[in-house]
């Protein structure tokens, strides 16, 4: 079995995801993968938004307590 170069190549990364650009010319599975994407960023938003609480509820603990 011969060896197919192409398996070798690196595999093209998503293309950035622009907010307000035309979607009509995205295909029913690109518009599936950007929501995928954008979920994941949400998700990763939400994540960095409870740790910032927690933060700050720490450093509130701390200087209240003084």
């Known amino acids: 079995m011969a060896i197919d ?8 990364q998503p293309r950035e995801i622009i907010l307000g650009e035309d979607l009509s ?4 599975h690109e ?3 950007r929501i995928e ?4 960023e949400i998700a990763r938003c939400r994540e960095a938004i409870l740790a910032r609480k927690a ?11 003084r």
Do not use: C, I, N, Y
């Open 25 to 28: 010319r995205l295909s029913e």
């Open 37 to 40: 994407r954008l979920e994941a």
């Open 5 to 12: 170069p192409d398996e070798f190549q690196p595999r093209p």
């Open 31 to 33: 518009l599936g993968a």
């Open 55 to 65: 933060t700050r509820a720490a450093a509130s603990a701390v200087f209240k307590a």
